[in-house]
Every structure is written in structure tokens, then in C-alpha cells.
């Protein structure tokens, strides 16, 4: 039998209850655990639910708040924790899974799926969705990238989602993110990429489970949320590049390192409006650029490729994105990955504004020309990266 863990912040009480009622239906499900940021609307409203759940459906909910337990910005990564570390203490559940308090798209089926996936064996499962060309923009140019330029011949490129919040993990795989410091550390959106650097790490199996209907849930309201997460999810991955105990994934002699079982539903199926839209504000985004330069910002830019350099320094004027395609995009991202401090504000705003040339250029270059060629050049662009890396780029630290 398996626990249901929803992590939940500023969301709409009624959204949170559904998924509740939902998940506490489910023949599998013995009970839910919300982890709530602070004691909201949201959090009252699951603490009235608690009985009628309990004596309509034999199943229990337990709302509490998120412990402390990490050391970057407390967010969504000791929600999580707290919820790993209550399985194990409070449970003998064989089996986790979270889901974001958000999804409006969310089904009794997506619990039987992750389930039917632990049945087959795996240890970890992770559902996957069809994006619009332009969504997914941090897995694709920050986790992805990351992982294909430092991790080549591990199969961490090769994870369709490794940022999704939807997933199932087997208890023995909670056991080893319990033990481990690095993972219990990292309170803040990087939490999604150490679950699933270390599951690799660890040889854990992994099976990535296809939801045609997509995640439909909040869209990023502010920007800054988006930078954070941008900030934080590039950060984790330069410290586990850095990490000593991480060496020795590049393998050797050409034989790959870093393997695990990894099994991939096919898209069978990808909904029109998802293939349709390329909801993207192009021209707000353009404004971005030529904003918040200092003269700090200008001399940091002296670390990367001429090219770079001056395409990006070009923005104080007039935007300016023609110069940021895909090899560029890896050659300054090697340079981050060497160059950029942590809790910066300067570093913060040029990581932001290189990414934002990226996801420009990647816009009117690829995703515009539709959905099937913009899934095709993601992918091929990862192992054009994962080989690069290889056969000798970016490999300095
Ligand atoms: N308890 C708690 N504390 N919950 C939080 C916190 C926090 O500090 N911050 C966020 N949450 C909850 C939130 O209520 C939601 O249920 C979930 O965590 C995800 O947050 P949301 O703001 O909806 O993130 P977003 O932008 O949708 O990103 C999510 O999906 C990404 C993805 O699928 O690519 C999030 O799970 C990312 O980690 C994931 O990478
Ligand atoms: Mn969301």
C-alpha cells in the first residue's frame, strides 16, 4: 500500500481538496500526508476534512507543517523531505508518491500508472507530458544541459522529466534520500534534481510513465519565481559537478558510467492544443534583456567567448538574441558552471538574461517551426551536448 504526499503553498483550497478526495479513493492509496508552507486557508480546510475522509473511505489524511531540515532557502525541498522522513517514521508503506497541490488535469489514473510501474519492478517512477514547444524551458537549458555536459555517459541526460514533482518512489529508494546529506541539504527548487542525480547515483531503476493529458495547473504568475527557480536549479547543478564524490561519471576507456534501468512509455498520443500553442509573450520577454545593467555585469562578461560577450552587451541597447544558439548556449554554460557565484545579485541577472537570449533564440528559431520539430531538436540537441562534453569540452573545473 502506498502514501500520498502533497506539498502545498499559496494554492487554492478546493484544488488541493479535489486531489485529495481523489488520491484518498484510490484502492492503493492507505493515506495522504499534505505538507503545508505555513497554516493557511488551505491548511485548515484539509485539517476539516481529516475526519469525514477517515470514516467515508478508511483512509487517512494528515496535514502538518514542513520541518526545517535543509540549508538553502526553505521552499518545496523541505516540504519533501519532511514528507520522505514521516513515511519512514510514521508509516510501513511500501511505496511514496507526490503530486504538486496545483494540477487541475489530475486523475485516479495517474496513481494506478505509477503504481503499475512499481509493479513491474522499478524503483522509482516518474510521470512524463507532452509540453508545448516553448514550456519546459529550465529542464531543457539548465537541468538537461547540465546533466549532458558533466554526466555524458550517464543515463541522467536521457530522463525525459527530470524535474517533474509527479512521482513514485519504493521505500528503500526514500531510505538512501533519508541517509543522505547532500539530498536532505537542499531545501529549495533544486530538490527535484538531487532526487533524481542520486537516484541514478544509487543504481535505483527507473520508469518514466506518459500522461497524454498534460499537467494542467498554475502558471507561473510572476516572473520571479521563474528566476529563483532558474538561480536554484542552476546552482544545485554546479555543486554536484563540483562535489569530489561525483567524479568518475565520464567513465573510462569508453566504457559508459552512471548506467541504470530506464524504461520510457512512448508519447502515444499528444492533445491538439498542446501541439497549437506556442503561448509565449516574445515581445515582454525582449524587454527583459535590455533591463537592470550594471557596470559589474558588463566586466563579468569579460569570462566568456568574445561572440558572447558583445551579442549579450548588445542588449543595452536594442534587444539582441541572433547570438545565442545552441553551441553558444553550452559554451557559456560551461563557463557558469566554472565562473558564477552563488548569491550574487550581478551573477543572478546575467545567468537570467543569458538564459533569456537562449530561450529567445530557441523560440523563433525551433519552436516556431512546431511541435514535432522543436521535441526532435531537444532531444538531438542533448546528445550533440552529451557528446561534445565527451570527447573533451567543458570538462575543466
Ligand atoms: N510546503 C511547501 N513549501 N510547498 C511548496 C513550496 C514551499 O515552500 N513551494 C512550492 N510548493 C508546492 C506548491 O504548492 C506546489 O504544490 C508544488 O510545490 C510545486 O510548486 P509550483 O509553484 O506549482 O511550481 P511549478 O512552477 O509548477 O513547478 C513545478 O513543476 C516543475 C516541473 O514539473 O517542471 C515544481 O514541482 C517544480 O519542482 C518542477 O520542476
Ligand atoms: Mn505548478
Known amino acids: ?154 543515463e541522467l541526460p536521457w530522463i525525459q522529466q527530470p524535474l517533474g514533482g509527479e512521482l513514485l518512489f519504493t521505500r528503500q529508494v526514500v531510505e538512501d534520500l533519508v541517509a543522505n546529506p547532500i539530498v536532505q541539504a537542499q531545501s529549495d527548487w533544486g530538490i527535484d534534481t538531487v532526487y533524481t542525480f542520486f537516484n541514478v547515483r544509487d543504481g535505483h531503476s527507473m520508469y518514466e510513465s506518459y500522461r497524454p493529458e498534460g499537467k494542467v495547473h498554475t502558471l507561473y504568475g510572476k516572473l520571479a519565481e521563474l528566476r529563483t527557480m532558474l538561480v536554484e536549479c542552476f546552482s544545485v547543478v554546479q555543486e554536484l559537478s563540483r562535489a569530489p564524490e561525483n567524479h568518475g561519471w565520464r567513465g573510462t576507456d569508453h566504457t559508459p558510467t552512471g548506467g541504470i534501468v530506464h524504461r520510457v512509455e512512448p508519447q502515444f498520443q499528444v492533445p491538439l492544443p498542446i501541439i497549437e500553442n506556442v503561448g509565449f509573450d516574445i515581445q515582454g520577454t525582449m524587454a527583459l534583456l535590455l533591463e537592470g545593467w550594471t557596470n559589474r555585469q558588463e566586466e563579468l562578461l569579460n569570462y566568456f567567448d568574445r561572440p558572447i560577450r558583445d ?31 552563488q548569491g550574487d545579485a550581478d551573477w543572478e541577472d546575467l545567468i537570467f538574461k543569458l538564459w533569456t537570449a537562449r530561450v529567445l533564440n530557441y523560440s523563433v528559431n525551433v519552436a516556431l517551426r512546431g511541435y514535432g520539430f522543436a521535441r526532435r531538436y531537444r532531444h538531438t540537441t542533448i546528445v550533440r551536448y552529451l557528446k561534445r562534453a565527451y570527447f573533451g569540452e567543458c570538462s575543466g573545473r
Request: glycine fraction near 8%; charge should be negative; aromatic fraction near 10%.
Open 1 to 154: 500500500m502506498s502514501l500520498v504526499a502533497i506539498p502545498f503553498k499559496s494554492e487554492v483550497p478546493d484544488t488541493v481538496l479535489n486531489l485529495v478526495e481523489i488520491a484518498a479513493s484510490h484502492p492503493r492509496v492507505k493515506g495522504v500526508l499534505a505538507i503545508g508552507a505555513e497554516e493557511d486557508d488551505t491548511f485548515r480546510a484539509l485539517r476539516g476534512r481529516q475526519e469525514g475522509l477517515q470514516r467515508e473511505n478508511g483512509t487517512f489524511l494528515e496535514v502538518i507543517l514542513q520541518e526545517r531540515i535543509g540549508t538553502k532557502r526553505p521552499g518545496k525541498g523541505d516540504a519533501m523531505n519532511t514528507a520522505l522522513k514521516w513515511f519512514l517514521e510514521e508509516t510501513d508503506l511500501s511505496r511514496i508518491h507526490f503530486y504538486d497541490a496545483d494540477i487541475t488535469s489530475f486523475t485516479a489514473d495517474w496513481i494506478t500508472q505509477a503504481e503499475e510501474g512499481a509493479d513491474l519492478g522499478f524503483d522509482v517512477v516518474r510521470h512524463y507530458f507532452p509540453r508545448t514547444s516553448t514550456d519546459g524551458m529550465i529542464t531543457f537549458l539548465i537541468t538537461r544541459t547540465g546533466f549532458a555536459l558533466r554526466w555524458p555517459t550517464s
Open 311 to 341: 551579442g549579450l552587451l548588445g542588449n543595452r541597447e536594442t534587444p539582441n538574441f541572433e547570438f545565442m544558439g545552441e553551441d553558444a548556449w553550452a559554451q557559456a554554460y560551461c563557463t557558469l558552471l566554472e565562473k558564477y557565484e
